[in-house]
């Protein structure tokens, strides 16, 4: 079975801080997918992004990056530079060939100016 | 264009009600899913679809059931509504079941609330 654990409940920061979310996940697929989506206070579901298990590499798209660790199994998340728009729910999951996505609880994370 | 819609936005209704909520998707994805997600955000997936034909049922009580007329929709049926049905369900769709790395491309939500 899969599991995702976002063990961060809540984050609040003030804005132009870094915030690092994390994310640990278990599998005993060797094949398996990372994702990360944003849920704002609208509602809404917005993919950030995908990571195979065979890249480990680390991904910088504008003030966002992420960490993927094999060896601690574990695809963290920071936001540079944060700003009141980044306020959201945060969620981590994973898909192996069982087609869905299992998500973790989440992170709610607040910026205040 | 919206990519995933759903309707309603929101759902109102009292126990022991039959409401439905309506998904469609216009990106030419062969799979769609629903999920629900409770009041501590927690998401979870309900079904999913590839093609009209079930692939996923997440042992969901047999008061849901899902309807696919056409690989762009997935409509969801609820019978005889309870207090713990409340929950924000969410649509999804993807590219092609058989490929675990496509994202899922979601729709707004409905907040379902049974009095």
């Known amino acids: 079975a899969q599991k995702v654990t976002q063990a961060q409940t809540e984050i609040s920061v003030v804005e132009k801080e870094d915030v690092t979310l994390d994310c640990v996940y278990e599998?005993?697929?060797?094949?398996?997918?990372l994702f990360w989506y944003k849920q704002p206070p609208s509602g809404e579901l917005v993919f950030l992004i995908r990571?195979?298990?065979?890249?480990?590499q680390n991904e910088i798209s504008g003030r966002y990056s992420w960490n993927f660790q094999k060896s601690t199994s574990s695809f963290n998340f920071t936001i540079t530079a944060s700003q009141v728009v980044d306020s959201a729910v945060y969620f981590c999951?994973?898909?192996?060939?069982?087609?869905?996505?299992?998500f973790g609880a989440g992170t709610t994370v607040t910026v205040r100016a | 264009d919206t990519a995933v819609s759903q309707t309603p936005k929101y759902l109102v209704t009292q126990m022991g009600n039959d409401k439905s909520i309506k998904c469609e998707q216009n990106l030419g994805h062969d799979t769609m899913y629903w999920y629900k997600q409770d009041s501590k955000k927690f998401l979870k997936i309900m079904f999913s679809?590839?093609?009209?034909?079930?692939?996923i049922n997440e042992t969901v009580p047999n008061r849901f059931s899902p309807k696919s007329p056409d690989k762009a929709h997935l409509n969801l049926h609820i019978n005889s509504l309870e207090l713990g049905d409340s929950a924000v369900y969410f649509c999804a769709s993807s590219q092609d079941h058989l490929a675990p790395y496509n994202e899922q491309f979601f729709g707004p939500g409905t907040r379902l609330t049974v009095l």
């Open positions: 999951a994973l898909s192996v060939n069982d087609y869905k996505l299992s």
């Open positions: 599998t005993r697929d060797t094949t398996y997918y």
């Open positions: 990571r195979n298990s065979f890249d480990e």
């Open positions: 679809y590839n093609n009209k034909e079930l692939i």
